[in-house]
């Protein structure tokens, strides 16, 4: 039988600011030293009270009005309670009843091929048409039911079988949970939706959003349910996920295992699960708990808080133009194809280049012929000789974006080849020179003369008489071989179409 999955996410997010959430403690991911940022708040001792953190709030109120969500005019902090030894009070400050925002979306992009309903009978040679530009039409929204602002638990470390030990760095930094409707059906879904959101998160600076360095933390909610029900099956949570491979190879997996239970006539467990990396699955951790468990109540050190209609304006003012409208600009105004325009919009510093270069050029072959450069060539030189884009090397790129708009008209107007461009382009990255300086200098410039091209053509043929009366014997493909010898004779500088012509007139 097949099965239907249900997935909703609920993602933790460490925000950027210099001090913790309710304390004047530094907020710092990479310390590596144990119990240094901590003081008498953070750490619960008798007496202290918490005083809440306004950059987070702002922080989390830009990233509500991002994603769509309505801001509640009115909401509070609350005390959720559990043991726990990294959790010094005994409860954490939290929000539930009344969080910051409501009711949001997010618009991922989702393929033709990964839709879990998906005809399968659909043609293939129509999916690999459509492969490039199928993100527009297959837009997703993904729901987001709430966001709220907590605090952050402080970590163990396990260093034997007899004992652990408690790094009380990052507790109290505050913490963004994003909770979305189970809107997801999909591993690729999920690891799209997280994707966006972490591109989201760091166009607006709120959080750099590394899963390696725990500061986005995901756990997924998952059931399946035969295809056609109408009901939801037996959710179950897989906690602690710091990856989105783990994300996304959870998922696959639980879909199977629940798969098989319910294919054996038995009946899926609600419970808590966790994810092995090593042998990529999942394993129970104990029976789910209920909100009424951690017995939430208002907390008393903290007043309730409400937001003017000014106050929400100023912070909207702040958001910048997010991913998904300056992944459709670029598709509509410089008519990139998706895949190009996610390439921009995932590097923010090579968009921000690209923008610099096509603003120099006027036609619209031009800026196309740019995007092909600048992603395949100069992405090239930048990821052999410093790193994978121009994220933190901007300063270290010696193309500046006037000269490699300069460089691109010369290809344009034939100036120069195409086997001659990758020579300069990389004459240009290392030396920082100027194109029709390193032209000049180095003489690349292509042979653009007819009776040039001419005399040359007639020495190849001179030397290659076989192939010559090969294509007069109509083997056309002859026809490659001796425009081959002409482009190695002029050392690459003929230009290729007029090679072309000039062979075929004196051949015929």
């Known amino acids: 039988m097949k099965y239907f999955p249900t997935i909703g996410l609920e993602i933790h997010i460490e925000l950027n600011t210099q001090t913790k ?274 017995r939430y109540f208002p907390e008393p050190d903290l007043l309730p808080i409400s937001f003017t209609e000014d106050y929400l304006l100023s912070i909207k003012a702040e958001v910048p133009e997010l991913p998904q409208a300056k992944r459709e600009r670029f598709q509509r105004e410089f008519d990139l194809s998706f895949k190009e325009a996610d390439l921009y919009v995932s590097q923010p510093d090579l968009g921000n280049y690209f923008e610099k270069v096509v603003s120099e050029l006027e036609k619209k072959e031009q800026i196309k012929l740019a995007s092909n450069y600048l992603s395949t060539d100069l992405q090239a030189l930048l990821k052999e000789n410093q790193g994978p884009g121009l994220k933190g090397s901007r300063d270290r790129v010696s193309v500046t974006a006037e000269n490699f708009a300069e460089f691109i008209g010369l290809i344009a107007s034939g100036v120069i080849s195409s086997k001659m461009a990758k020579e300069l382009l990389f004459e240009m990255f290392q030396t920082g020179a100027g194109p029709s300086q390193i032209i000049e200098s180095k003489g690349l410039k292509q042979i653009g003369n007819e009776q040039e091209i001419e005399k040359i053509a007639q020495e190849v043929i001179k030397e290659n008489q076989q192939p010559a009366n090969d294509y007069k014997a109509g083997k056309k493909a002859s026809l490659q071989f001796l425009v081959g010898r002409l482009m190695a004779k002029s050392d690459g500088k003929a230009n290729p179409q007029l090679a072309i012509s000039v062979l075929k007139d004196i051949l015929s």
Request: with cysteine; glycine share 4%; charged share 30%.
């Open 21 to 294: 959430m309710f304390c004047c403690c530094k907020n710092d991911s990479n310390e590596t030293k144990p119990n240094q940022n901590i003081c008498e708040v953070c750490t619960a001792q008798p007496g202290t009270l918490p005083v809440a953190n306004e950059t987070a709030i702002k922080q989390l109120l830009k990233t509500a009005i991002a994603l769509n969500c309505e801001v509640c005019d009115f909401n509070r902090f609350e005390r959720k309670n559990y043991f726990y030894p990294d959790l010094p009070k005994g409860y954490q400050i939290s929000q539930y009843a009344l969080p910051m925002a409501r009711n949001g979306f997010l618009d991922i992009a989702v393929s033709i091929e990964n839709s879990p309903r998906n005809d399968q009978s659909q043609n293939q040679n129509d999916e690999k048409k459509a492969n490039d530009h199928f993100f527009k039409a297959q837009t997703k929204k993904v729901r987001i039911e709430r966001i709220h602002l907590e605090e952050d638990t402080g970590r163990l470390l396990h260093e034997s079988d007899e004992y652990s030990l408690v790094d009380l760095n990052r507790a109290g930094v505050p913490l963004m949970e994003l909770v979305t409707e189970p809107d997801i059906h999909s591993a690729t879904e999920a690891r799209e939706f997280i994707k966006e959101l972490q591109l989201l998160l760091r166009y607006l600076n709120v959080s750099t959003a590394d899963m390696e360095k725990g500061e986005m933390r995901c756990e997924v909610n998952i059931s399946i349910v035969g295809e056609g029900s109408d009901k939801l099956g037996t959710k179950v949570e897989i906690k602690n996920l710091n990856s989105i491979r783990s994300v996304e190879k959870s998922i696959e997996y639980e879909i199977k295992r629940q798969s098989e239970v319910l294919n054996q006539g038995e009946k899926v467990i609600q419970e808590t699960r966790g994810f092995h990396d090593a042998k990529q699955i999942t394993f129970s951790q104990r029976s789910k708990e209920q909100a009424h468990d951690y």
